[in-house]
């Protein structure tokens, strides 16, 4: 039934297409509503450990929006969080949380994204508090006849490291899951029953609502932190809403700011800026460059390696192909490597783009290559060693557009492993991504040991 929908939706756009000349905007706007709904229905309960003895007395454990304190600075988010700041005005401290979207041939990724002015974390007894927080929830959706799919599993992050459910090993109110929300520090794991942690065991569920009632009494700082009974607030009695944002409207303005040299939010790409209690600490999941354990710096832009590495077996069959993904702007595509640096050598790659290294013997790797022999390359495919098994020839990245001195760089260096050692044969660097031809073309490597045939594709967002 939804499928008639959406697709009547499709074809009112491309007939829309045909007879307006705003053609990307008006189809960008159906999969933005369909995706927005489909956010929404399987939107998290969040049950969310509430710190009374805070400065603030809770309103530091509010999921808040990025601009909560009507401006786009990232330095004065610690000063500016506090409970008599709120009348002033465009302060907006009611609880938000941000999505994107991206879509296979199989299935859904559904990010959700949580900001938090102030990070709190006290563990033991190291204090590792910060101003601005992030931490995300991924869902994985498989499509089936229905409109909305079926939930299949979830990750979900706890600062550094991250968390792999299965379905049956999460419980849900209908269909959303419950997750765990840390005081403080605001680590995410799934919601098991237990109770609030806190000495006094102080807890609040957010749900999600399309739009937020006028009720007062549905806002945890209005009708609680605000009224000053922030001792009444009980063990995951009640509960208040939170509206979805845009995450992609976030990566947008980033990629935009970083162009325009604008740094006040966003100090770096994906990373906010912030100066109290240590400086620029957090981090979006664009900027995350973390690439041999859990594959975070996939996450925001490749979600199928982040599930892949993250269940194995459970991803085997799943489509690497994207139907729709704007969380990337450029792909490299593979399309094979002459190799004539010896016989019977393993080889792989390492490819760091800027200073990260985000392809490394666990992505790709290829045994017994002999001399002149011409070998495909499928990332994440072959003989790579992290056991991924959902290979593709696309590199997606989600970096800054490179202009004026604001140059991104790709770095290709052919490796062969001998025993326990491993040698450099040659490598190949683009200075700015945007030289590597957007046709099929041989590169030859510095030194001319091997050819790589690539290209570069932008994303027409
Ligand atoms: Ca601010
Ligand atoms: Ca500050
Ligand atoms: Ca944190």
Redesign the pocket.
């Known amino acids: 039934m939804f499928k008639l929908v959406k697709m009547s939706f499709i074809l009112f756009a491309v007939i829309a297409m045909l007879s307006n000349s705003n053609v990307y905007g008006d189809d960008n706007k159906v999969y933005e509503d369909f995706y927005h709904s489909l956010a929404y229905h399987w939107a998290p309960i969040i049950y969310h450990d509430v710190g009374v003895s805070y400065g603030e007395r809770g309103l530091e454990d509010i999921p808040m929006k990025l601009n909560f304190d009507n401006d786009w600075k990232g330095?004065?988010?610690?000063?500016n969080l506090t409970i008599k700041n709120q009348s002033n005005k465009g302060y907006d401290y009611k609880a938000y949380t941000y999505y994107s979207v991206v879509e296979t041939e199989s299935d859904y990724y559904i990010i959700y994204s949580l900001f938090h002015p102030r990070d709190e974390a006290n563990q033991a007894g190291s204090i590792d508090k910060h101003?601005n927080d992030i931490e995300s929830i991924i869902l994985n959706i498989k499509k089936n006849n229905s409109d909305k799919g079926v939930f299949n599993a979830m990750i979900t992050q706890s600062h550094g490291w991250w968390n792999y459910y299965k379905k049956e090993e999460l419980s849900f109110h209908k269909n959303k899951p419950k997750v765990w929300v840390d005081s403080g520090g605001h680590a995410i794991y799934n919601y098991n029953g237990e109770s609030a942690r806190g000495l006094k065991k102080d807890g609040v569920i957010f749900v999600p609502v399309n739009n937020f009632s006028s009720r007062e009494s549905n806002s945890f700082f209005h009708s609680m932190i605000l009224k000053g009974k922030q001792n009444q607030i009980g063990n995951f009695k009640q509960s208040f809403e939170y509206e979805l944002l845009s995450l992609n409207d976030i990566y947008l303005k980033n990629l935009n700011d970083f162009i325009n040299g604008n740094r006040e939010m966003f100090i770096n790409f994906g990373i906010l800026n912030?100066?109290?209690h240590g400086k620029n600490k957090a981090r979006f999941l664009w900027g995350n460059q973390e690439s041999k354990k859990y594959f975070s710096s996939y996450a925001w832009e490749d979600p199928v390696v982040f599930f892949n590495n993250g269940f194995k077996d459970m991803f085997k069959n799943v489509s690497h192909n994207y139907v729709k993904n704007n969380n990337y702007n450029y792909i490299i595509e593979f399309d094979d490597i002459i190799y004539t640096g010896g016989k019977k050598d393993s080889i792989y790659l390492d490819i760091y783009i800027g200073d990260n290294k985000i392809v490394n013997n666990y992505v790709w790797g290829k045994n017994n290559v002999n001399n002149e022999e011409k070998i495909k390359i499928n990332l994440f495919g072959d003989d790579n060693r992290k056991g991924f098994t959902i290979p593709t020839n696309k590199l997606l990245l989600s970096i800054p557009y490179s202009k004026g001195d604001l140059i991104t760089d790709v770095h290709i260096i052919i490796r062969r492993k001998g025993g326990t050692l491993t040698h450099k044969i040659d490598y190949l660097k683009f200075e700015n991504i945007e030289n590597i031809s957007t046709k099929f073309k041989y590169y030859d490597t510095i030194n001319e040991k091997c050819k790589i045939k690539l290209k570069l594709q932008k994303n027409s967002m």
């Open positions: 330095c004065n988010n610690w000063e101003e912030g100066d109290t």
